[in-house]
């Protein structure tokens, strides 16, 4: 009986399970496994990037809304001559931001009655309502990788959005909100005149940007693995930032050192023409940023959380 040939290139058959741990393997949660672990799910990452730029189109479609909105120049906006003689008679880094400096160019004020502010607010609330679920599907993936679990992209995506869709919801909505907030403190206090309270209130901001970045690591692995109040999960998230604080940390500068990498073939790519390399980092990024920090917090999580309690664990949910 003829057999079936295998396929070699499977990248787009998101269905497909992907290679486990092979039997009397060492899984130690190290840097050497790590490379092992991620080269043999090198294909099934590419793969759920792509359901990983979903979280991301409808801020980078805002985005591009927002740079080729219709604009005016500065010296038919209303409030530019009053805000021009307070600039010349007392300088401030926030009037600064109003005119061109050296160049003598004015700058343009965006219309902000334009309809295309309409759409921007829709993708945006889109992009805050479905966040949370989004995340929860692709985490959901990127911890059975770390487990070493089978995996079927599709089916566990869309199970692990329906088995968390309420906590995920909120969480994605809290979790944009404080994004936001943050957001908006840090260009707050960048803008404003130096001194020993702005200053302090800077740094302060950077810290908390920081602190909530290794947070978000935790707090959607947590939300899917273990049936916990959003309040104990957010609680835990940060003790486990000072717990793990040494594979935190090789997590971030590897997600520093892959992202610095990526905008250095990008500036390489416009700087020689060759525009299509723009592509190229969308392939990967998020999939194996995402891989770097689920594979570092989950031991964390293992160590702390599931270890100590002989299995079946009450609190975790049912597979």
């Given at each position: 009986m003829e057999t079936k040939k295998k396929k070699k290139f499977k990248l787009f058959d998101m269905n497909r399970d992907g290679?486990?741990?092979?039997?009397?393997?060492?899984?130690?949660?190290?840097?050497?496994?790590?490379?092992?672990?991620?080269?043999?799910?090198?294909?099934?990452?590419?793969?759920?990037?792509?359901?990983?730029?979903?979280?991301?189109?409808?801020?980078?479609?805002?985005?591009?809304?927002?740079?080729?909105?219709?604009k005016n120049p500065t010296q038919y906006f209303p409030l530019y001559a009053p805000m021009l003689g307070a600039q010349t008679a007392l300088p401030t880094s926030v009037g600064a931001t109003l005119f061109s400096g050296a160049s003598g160019l004015l700058r343009e004020i965006t219309v902000f009655n334009s309809p295309i502010y309409w759409i921007i607010g829709i993708l945006l609330v889109l992009h805050v309502a479905t966040y949370g679920w989004q995340k929860a599907g692709t985490t959901y993936i990127l911890r059975n990788m770390v487990r070493g679990d089978g995996v079927f992209l599709l089916s566990d995506y869309f199970y692990a959005i329906r088995r968390n869709w309420k906590q995920a919801l909120g969480m994605g909505i809290l979790d944009c909100a404080v994004?936001?907030?943050?957001?908006?403190?840090?260009?707050?206090?960048?803008?404003?005149?130096?001194?020993?309270?702005?200053?302090?209130?800077?740094?302060?901001?950077?810290?908390?940007?920081?602190?909530?970045?290794?947070?978000?690591?935790?707090?959607?692995?947590m939300m899917v693995t273990f049936d916990m109040k959003l309040s104990k999960i957010l609680k835990n998230a940060l003790i486990f930032t000072a717990l793990g604080i040494k594979r935190n940390l090789m997590a971030f500068l590897g997600i520093a050192a892959l992202t610095a990498v990526s905008v250095a073939l990008i500036v390489l790519g416009i700087q020689i023409g060759f525009y299509a390399v723009i592509i190229i980092p969308a392939l990967y990024l998020l999939g194996f940023c995402g891989f770097m920090y689920t594979y570092a917090v989950y031991p964390v999580i293992k160590k702390y959380m599931i270890d100590p309690v002989a299995p079946p664990a009450p609190s975790a949910k049912a597979e």
């Open positions: 290679p486990g741990v092979e039997k009397g393997e060492d899984t130690t949660p190290n840097l050497k496994y790590f490379f092992k672990l991620w080269g043999r799910k090198f294909w099934r990452l590419i793969s759920l990037n792509l359901l990983m730029l979903v979280q991301v189109l409808p801020l980078v479609v805002a985005v591009y809304l927002h740079m080729t909105a219709p994004i936001g907030v943050l957001f908006f403190d840090f260009n707050y206090f960048y803008g404003m005149p130096p001194s020993m309270g702005t200053n302090f209130m800077y740094v302060m901001t950077i810290a908390l940007i920081l602190i909530y970045a290794i947070m978000r690591f935790y707090m959607y692995t």
